[in-house]
């Protein structure tokens, strides 16, 4: 079945650095690819996805590529603020249908 | 539009009860899924119903169930409570499309 590794936080970061994180995904055929975000005492939210190869989500400043050649989906943002502090999940379609399965999570921390 | 609505919000049961989470999808969305959370597992797929019918089942015994009704409101049942059911469970709702918009959660403890 579809399978998703995501590296592994936390990650901290001062005001405007530059972010990536990693995701690599293992999947029958060329499914869309997610990223979701879920801020401190919130639900989970869409950040960005993108539904074939070479195909770039962006939302907010982050931006990620669809590599169906690396079978990557690395998440990106060249400024970090101190209100992007949250957890990042990747994800995929866990098979036929809707539901997702998620990566691990990476909690990302912002100081100013 | 309305969001996802998950009730309630917060739930305290005792180890060997049992327990029933609702969740109502985003108006004219047809499939409902369910997921747990939890800080070792982080976040793990439980069912997916689409109009009425389970379509996906991820790794879970049998004391998680779940349904879903015609009007597309979905429970899920957690039988004979253990410690390690104490997680956030939530639901998530989507149209044909495969982008799932999440519920802010239930937050289940289990003493």
């Known amino acids: 079945g579809n399978s998703v590794t995501q590296m592994e936080g936390p990650v901290t970061l001062s005001e405007e650095a530059f972010l990536t994180i990693n995701c690599t995904y293992t999947a029958t055929g060329y499914p869309s690819l997610f990223w979701y975000v879920q801020y401190p005492g919130e639900g989970l939210q869409l950040l960005l996805k993108a539904t074939k190869a070479d195909d770039k989500g962006s939302n907010k400043g982050f931006e990620a590529t669809y590599r169906k050649e690396t079978t990557s989906f690395h998440l990106e943002k060249g400024s970090v603020q101190v209100s992007d502090s949250a957890v990042y999940f990747c994800a995929l379609p866990y098979q036929a249908g809707t539901a997702l399965i998620f990566g691990k999570g990476t909690t990302l921390s912002v100081s100013s | 539009k309305a969001g996802v609505t998950q009730t309630p919000r917060y739930l305290i049961k005792t180890r060997g009860q049992q327990v029933t989470l609702s969740c109502s999808p985003i108006s004219g969305h047809r499939s409902v899924s369910w997921y747990q959370q939890t800080p070792g597992q982080g976040l793990q797929f439980l069912f997916e119903?689409?109009?009425?019918?389970?379509?996906n089942k991820g790794n879970f015994p049998g004391r998680f169930s779940g349904r879903q009704f015609s009007n597309s409101r979905s429970e899920m049942n957690v039988s004979t409570l253990e410690l390690g059911d104490s997680a956030l469970y939530l639901c998530?709702?989507?149209?044909?499309?495969?982008?799932?918009?999440f519920g802010p959660g239930t937050r289940l403890t289990v003493l």
């Open positions: 998530a709702s989507s149209q044909e499309t495969d982008t799932q918009y």
């Open positions: 119903y689409f109009s009425e019918t389970q379509r």
